[in-house]
Structure formats: structure tokens, C-alpha cells
């Protein structure tokens, strides 16, 4: 996903990716999902009342292809405005979004005049489910 956001950037994108589900206000929690994948631990405890965080070296290594990712100009950085973001992404103006295949009705109605798809998250070696209620979560049947 950033080999990909950092090829748009060069190609001429002010971002190859705008994801704001990892670097709003609650981005370790998403950014947990890697490091469960890679076989890391959670960040927290538990989801609704933690009471321990965990940052092991596979939740860094994460936070690190995050970081390197925004200091190259590939991915949107924190604080971003994305107040218009489907706006843009619409209008051809942003490559890739981080969000979800519930803005397929408004693209679809919008009748896009840019081809789109939608991808699951990238996994390390595995899915994470610890979030079942969120959505799904991608598996190796899905890729």
C-alpha cells in the first residue's frame, strides 16, 4: 500500500493516499490491525475499557512504515483537512482513500467518470478479528 501510495506521489499526486483511520485521533487502534496480523500484540487489552497498552516491536515497525510514508509525501499527515475527501477522490484528485465499501452508493450514483475498486486492508500473515462488530476484516480469501 505505501510502495503504491509513493508511486502516485511521484507521478504527480499531492498524496498517493489520504488515511485518516491512521493518523486521526484514534490511529493506534488502527494501526493495531497490523501488528496483530504480523502476529504482534494489540495495543490494548481490550477494545471498550483498556487498561494496559502494548507497543511490541511489530506495532513499531507499523508506526514506522506509517511515519516514513508521511515524511516522503505519500501519505496524507496528521491534520490533514479531509473534510473533502470523497469530493476529491471523486473528482480524480486523490488515488487512494482509506475508508470503506459503503461509499460505493454515492460513487455509483455519481456515475464516476474515473475507474475505482475497492481493496481489503493489507495483512501481514494473518486477519485480525478482534473487532468483529467494525466490519470485516480482510482474509487470505480475499485478497
Known sequence: MYEAAAKLHEKGAKYGLVADGMTALDAPFSLSLY???????????DVH??????????YTEGVSKLVAGIKSG??????????????????GEIPMLWSGQWLAAGFLTDKLEIKYGFAPLP???????????????PTRSTK
Not at 49 to 58: N, Q, R, S
Open 35 to 45: 501488528s496483530q496480523s504480523a502476529g504482534g500484540a494489540p495495543f490494548t487489552d
Open 123 to 137: 495483512e501481514a500473515d494473518r486477519p485480525d478479528s478482534r473487532c468483529p462488530i467494525c466490519g470485516p476484516w
Open 74 to 91: 505519500a501519505v496524507a499527515p496528521p491534520g490533514d483537512d479531509i473534510t473533502n475527501q470523497q469530493s476529491l477522490f471523486s473528482a
Open 49 to 58: 475499557h483498556p487498561t494496559e497498552v502494548t507497543v511490541d516491536a511489530t
